[in-house]
């Protein structure tokens, strides 16, 4: 499969093409009248990263990954990638991106039964303690409005019946 475009490019502006660019929105002339250039205007980039990630694979498949040769656009310059895969391992204001996942033999069960044995060491414990201080913070209130609330309520701590 070749793109004759998207290689073009890449011969033509290298790593530049497969970024974004920031450009001045052009003056708009109607009639006398000519409006300034107002805002910034983002342009999509020449080389797509959908055409990008083909051609890498291609590279790799035909043993070019590591150097690109101009003339020919024949391979794949490595620091390309970073270009590409700019924000894989990032997070931003619109959610935050998760790295991949590791393959089914990194991500195996006994590291995961492992972690969670860490994770439940100490949870007993942990749960004692927060049910106590939730009980001593309990402090039965003996107002006359307080038991009168809680006789209205119907609950049995309001003594007297």
Request: charge should be positive.
């Amino acid at each position: 499969m070749t793109m004759r475009a998207a290689l073009r490019h890449l011969c033509q502006h290298g790593v530049e093409a497969l970024t974004p660019t920031k450009k001045m929105s052009k003056a708009v002339t109607v009639g006398s009248y000519v409006a300034k250039p107002s805002r910034v205007v983002w342009h999509r980039p020449l080389v797509s990263k959908r055409v990008g990630n083909d051609l890498r694979k291609e590279a790799i498949r035909q043993g070019t990954y590591g150097s690109f040769d101009t003339t020919t656009g024949v391979g794949w310059e490595p620091s390309w990638d970073l270009v590409l895969h700019s924000n894989r391992h990032q997070s931003s204001r619109i959610g935050n991106i998760q790295p991949s996942k590791k393959t089914a033999k990194e991500r195996s069960r006994e590291d995961r039964a492992l972690k969670l044995e860490e994770n439940l060491a100490g949870q007993a414990q942990a749960m004692e303690d927060y049910y106590a201080d939730k009980e001593k913070a309990k402090v039965l209130d003996n107002s006359f409005e307080a038991r009168y609330k809680r006789m209205m309520r119907g609950g049995a701590a309001g003594g007297g019946r």
